[in-house]
């Protein structure tokens, strides 16, 4: 799935249709799957913005969420009770997700509402150089747990290190001209003083991928979400 025309707002309204789409499917499924995100971007990008919205989003205060670059580890406990995004589509009888056990399209019928995901893992590799400090921090057990989503920029420096069902986050700044709707709408990382801020008129264009198919209902069910709230970033899925 490729997103491109990315400002603050629409940054912001993916955040909600990832949560609001892993609520879905947990409860179609009755059951919370652990994901592990890579998350890839030049300095300056919006990678850590990304973290923060995500974490708005589960009902963790944004502001918390600042980039782990030296404590190389942040958790953080989202409350059960947060009501579903506005505008976020939900599990009903003829919702989109089906049982496809028997090659069928049934529908799975109306679930009880799985409230997903309850913590959020928070790394930054940008610093680190060897990758014996990965495992010392027990991550094979983070990304392992039900229900638990683990975040890490600059994961792509030490990708053998990462699990094989990652979720690939890629994102880019894009060209645009001075006028498009939505400029001046800068996801540029600010939590680190030595890093080089990008533009402030950038777009950026975000790209997910995965080697596994495990997570190919979340991905569906992500852009039902987005067209659902009328997201208004470009979407492309092949």
């Given at each position: ?12 309204q ?64 989202c ?39 309850n913590r ?31 975040l ?30 939505h ?33 190919d ?22």
């Amino acid at each position: 799935m490729h997103l491109s025309d990315i400002g603050r707002e629409q940054i912001a309204q993916l955040a909600d249709a990832l949560i609001a789409a892993e609520r879905c499917v947990a409860s179609a499924q009755q059951s919370a799957s652990p994901r592990c995100f890579g998350i890839v971007g030049t300095l300056g990008a919006g990678n850590t913005k990304f973290c923060q919205e995500i974490a708005r989003a589960c009902g963790v205060d944004a502001s918390e969420v600042t980039s782990p670059t030296f404590t190389l580890l942040k958790s953080y406990t989202c409350p059960s009770n947060l009501p579903s995004p506005a505008n976020a589509a939900q599990p009903s009888p003829d919702h989109s997700l089906t049982d496809q056990t028997l090659g069928d399209q049934k529908p799975l019928g109306t679930p009880q509402r799985v409230s997903t995901p309850n913590r959020l893992h928070h790394l930054d590799w940008y610093r680190i150089n060897d990758e014996d400090e990965i495992w010392e921090l027990g991550l094979d057990e983070l990304w392992e747990t039900p229900g638990e989503w683990t975040l890490i920029e600059w994961a792509d420096r030490f990708e053998d290190a990462m699990p094989t069902d990652t979720i690939w986050v890629h994102i880019q700044i894009s060209d645009c001209p001075a006028n498009h709707p939505h400029a001046n709408t800068s996801l540029a990382k600010e939590s680190l003083a030595d890093e080089p801020l990008a533009s402030d008129d950038g777009l950026r264009e975000i790209t997910f991928r995965s080697a596994s198919s495990v997570h190919d209902e979340f991905f569906r069910e992500v852009q039902t979400q987005l067209n659902v709230a009328g997201f208004t970033g470009t979407i492309r899925t092949s």
